[in-house]
């Protein structure tokens, strides 16, 4: 068991000494053996959770790619012109042009929004009159290229037609009040619950600020509704520098949280 222990000893002593004539990616993956070497227990639980995520990715796109395929194969129900539907997160219009059906999806955060409005051309043909009607007795050249522009832009919007529905997707901005979630920190104490507030988000990505007992932390998370079966809208993982670092715990923190 000694001559076995000291050869693998003797086997990292190697590649440490390897590290300083390598560069870029050889010198990483010689660090990744290194630690792969010392923590056995460790890079097996990696490797599985790696595997899992690569998995889960490949199985939601080839399901997002056979989905794509059978909405354009599809068509629209006899007198419509446009379908507008959410599910899992992803917004899905389908429209009618001069015979042809197109479609687009589009990935919709929790934390965003969706505002469908449509038009009214009865009341942009009243504001268009009352325009025609100032500008007719507009005194000076600025007045005058100021209601020009007004009407510019309602003749715009009325030569859009009739029914027009129009989709208002939020996909980023600032969150206030800020959105509340908890989750599972892991460190060198172990894993401990802990809270934290979410305050900007973009796309699947966002900013927050939480703590447990180890300290108080401030970094990101990012969805994992595209990596995982099932595509859970709240689950995400979170990385962050602990800027109040309490008991003994890390600098940084990490671990999954689930927004509320």
């Known amino acids: 068991m000694a001559s076995k222990k ?14 300083p004539l390598l560069s870029g990616g050889a010198g990483y993956a010689v660090v990744a053996v290194k630690w792969a070497f010392e923590h056995p227990r460790l890079a097996l639980e990696a490797t599985l959770v790696a595997a899992l995520v690569v998995g889960g990715w490949l ?19 006899d007198g419509f012109r446009q379908q ?8 899905e219009i389908l429209r009618m042009e001069n015979g042809k059906l197109s479609s687009h999806t589009q990935y919709v955060p929790p934390e965003g929004s969706i505002v469908i409005k ?25 007045e005058r290229e100021k209601l020009q522009k007004e009407i510019d832009h309602l003749l715009s919007l009325l ?52 703590g447990s007992k180890m300290g108080v932390d401030i970094g990101g998370s990012r969805h994992l509704d595209d990596v995982l079966w099932g595509r859970p809208q709240n689950l995400e993982v979170f990385g962050g520098y602990k800027f109040i670092r309490l008991n003994g715990g890390e600098s940084w923190a990490a671990g999954l949280r689930m927004g509320f």
């Open 159 to 210: 030569s859009a037609g009739d029914g027009v529905v129009i989709v208002d997707v939020k996909t980023e901005g600032f969150l206030w009040p800020p959105r509340w979630g908890a989750g599972l920190e892991w460190g060198n104490r172990g894993i401990q619950p802990r809270i934290d507030t979410k305050w900007a988000f973009w796309d699947r990505y966002s900013v927050i600020l939480g």
């Open 6 to 19: 000291s050869s693998s000893k003797m086997k990292l002593a190697s590649l440490t000494k390897l590290l």
């Open 84 to 91: 507008i539907k959410l599910k899992d997160g992803q917004l």
């Open 59 to 77: 199985y939601n796109r080839k399901v997002a790619q056979l989905h794509d395929a059978s909405l354009q194969a599809g068509k629209l129900e």
């Open 118 to 142: 449509e038009r009214d051309l009865k009341d942009l043909h009243a504001k268009y009159q009352a325009l025609l009607a100032k500008l007719r007795d507009a005194m000076t050249p600025e």
